[in-house]
């Protein structure tokens, strides 16, 4: 799995959705994604990451799909920064 970074159409929030690897148990395992989310005040400058949240992937992809619905838009501006 990948991470993704969507942003909304005013260009003003993000969010960022990677995978969540649980490390307490023997063999790490991926069964659950990392949803970020922030603001972005400037283009060209870091965005200000207001919390972060952990859901299942059935669930975060759900919430990404909705999100592409209402027009947010997958970008790769801010890669460098996460």
């Given amino acids: 799995m990948e ?6 159409k005013q260009r003003n929030r993000i969010k960022v959705f990677k995978p969540f690897e649980d ?8 069964d ?15 965005p200000v990451m207001k919390g972060s949240r952990v859901e299942t992937v059935e669930a975060a992809r759900e919430e990404y799909k909705k999100l592409l619905e209402e027009g947010w838009k997958k970008t790769s501006i801010f890669n460098s920064y996460f």
């Fill in 3 to 8: 991470e993704f970074i969507l942003i909304n």
């Fill in 32 to 46: 659950a994604m990392m949803v970020s989310y922030g603001c972005v005040y400037k283009r060209s400058s870091k």
């Fill in 23 to 30: 490390i307490s148990k023997p063999s790490p395992s991926i």
